[in-house]
């Protein structure tokens, strides 16, 4: 009953045009496991999987009562028009696994909560317009493969706890105003790394050489950053490497 409620009422919250898109959600003794469009419930007849992709729902998810959602387990609002900030109450959803808030208008730091989502191996809040700094609750997220922060407003420095994750297969922080090193752990650490992605950021300092420990690694793109220094040659270790774009740097050396 506490989900009904808590997803009717983010439904009410939802522009005119939004809450029609989703008439199947209903007070009227529909089952949400069977009707409700976007939404599918586990074998405990919990709401599990919330999948309202490309739907072009307008509203705020800070109206979204997630603490009443605590059997979620995939989230997926991919390509809407969501706006305001990320509820801290996000961190109730301590059973989630799968995260996909791309390609909406959120805005605002991400909260610390976000720490507490520690099953978690899909995140992505890429082009979005979140703004502060990466939080060092994200290091406590142990199990992601896929992390996606990129396009946004993001500040600061690469903090090196990304170097905890090491199931990391996926790293994209692209296009957003991180400034400072780049850090050794994210390529002493992270050995199952096969795409890195930090172009179009402030970055400054040379790339480590422990880059060329990741031997999985297919895909560096560091473009658009103020690294200087020589090209590490351990990057010739690099045999899976397919792309490799260091374009609009001060780097030298060959490769």
Same mark, same amino acid.
């Given at each position: 009953?506490?989900?009904?409620?808590?997803?009717?009422?983010?439904?009410?919250?939802?522009?005119?045009?939004?809450?029609?898109? &989703?008439? +199947?959600?209903?007070?009227?003794? +529909?089952? /949400?496991?069977?009707?409700?469009?976007?939404?599918?419930?586990?074998?405990? %007849?919990?709401?599990?999987?919330?999948?309202?992709?490309?739907?072009?729902?307008?509203?705020?998810?800070?109206?979204?009562?997630?603490?009443?959602?605590?059997?979620?387990?995939?989230?997926?609002?991919?390509?809407?028009?969501?706006?305001?900030?990320?509820?801290?109450?996000?961190?109730?959803?301590?059973?989630?696994?799968?995260?996909?808030?791309?390609?909406?208008? &959120?805005?605002?730091?991400?909260?610390?909560?976000?720490?507490?989502?520690?099953?978690?191996?899909?995140?992505?809040?890429?082009?979005?317009? #979140?703004? %502060?700094?990466? /939080?060092?609750? #994200?290091?406590?997220?142990?199990?992601?493969?896929?992390?996606?922060?990129?396009?946004?407003?993001?500040?600061? #420095?690469? /903090?090196?706890?990304?170097?905890?994750?090491?199931? &990391?297969?996926?790293?994209?922080?692209?296009?957003?105003?991180?400034? $400072?090193?780049? /850090?050794?752990? #994210?390529?002493?650490?992270?050995?199952?790394?096969?795409?890195?992605?930090?172009? +179009?950021?402030?970055?400054?300092?040379?790339?480590?050489?422990?880059? $060329?420990?990741?031997?999985?690694?297919?895909?560096?793109?560091?473009?658009?950053?103020?690294?200087? $220094?020589?090209?590490?040659?351990?990057? $010739?270790?690099?045999?899976?490497?397919?792309?490799?774009?260091?374009?609009?740097?001060?780097?030298?050396?060959?490769?």
């Amino acid at each position: 009953e506490n989900e009904v409620v808590a997803l009717l009422k983010w439904k009410a919250s939802l522009d005119v045009n939004s809450q029609s898109l &989703l008439s +199947s959600w209903d007070s009227n003794g +529909s089952n /949400p496991c069977n009707t409700w469009i976007g939404i599918r419930c586990n074998k405990a %007849g919990r709401v599990g999987y919330v999948k309202l992709s490309d739907f072009g729902l307008r509203g705020r998810l800070h109206d979204l009562d997630f603490s009443s959602l605590n059997h979620v387990v995939y989230l997926d609002m991919f390509n809407n028009s969501l706006y305001g900030t990320i509820p801290s109450n996000i961190g109730n959803l301590s059973k989630l696994h799968y995260l996909d808030l791309a390609l909406n208008f &959120l805005s605002g730091p991400i909260p610390p909560e976000i720490g507490l989502l520690t099953n978690v191996w899909y995140f992505s809040l890429y082009h979005n317009n #979140i703004t %502060g700094s990466i /939080p060092q609750q #994200i290091g406590l997220l142990r199990k992601l493969v896929t992390f996606d922060l990129g396009f946004n407003y993001i500040t600061g #420095i690469i /903090p090196s706890f990304i170097g905890n994750l090491t199931h &990391l297969y996926f790293l994209a922080l692209p296009n957003n105003g991180l400034s $400072g090193c780049i /850090p050794s752990t #994210i390529f002493s650490n992270l050995t199952n790394l096969q795409y890195l992605y930090l172009y +179009s950021n402030q970055l400054s300092g040379p790339i480590p050489g422990e880059v $060329g420990m990741v031997r999985s690694l297919r895909d560096l793109e560091l473009a658009d950053n103020h690294l200087t $220094g020589q090209i590490p040659a351990s990057i $010739g270790n690099l045999s899976n490497l397919i792309d490799l774009i260091l374009r609009v740097n001060q780097l030298s050396g060959l490769i």
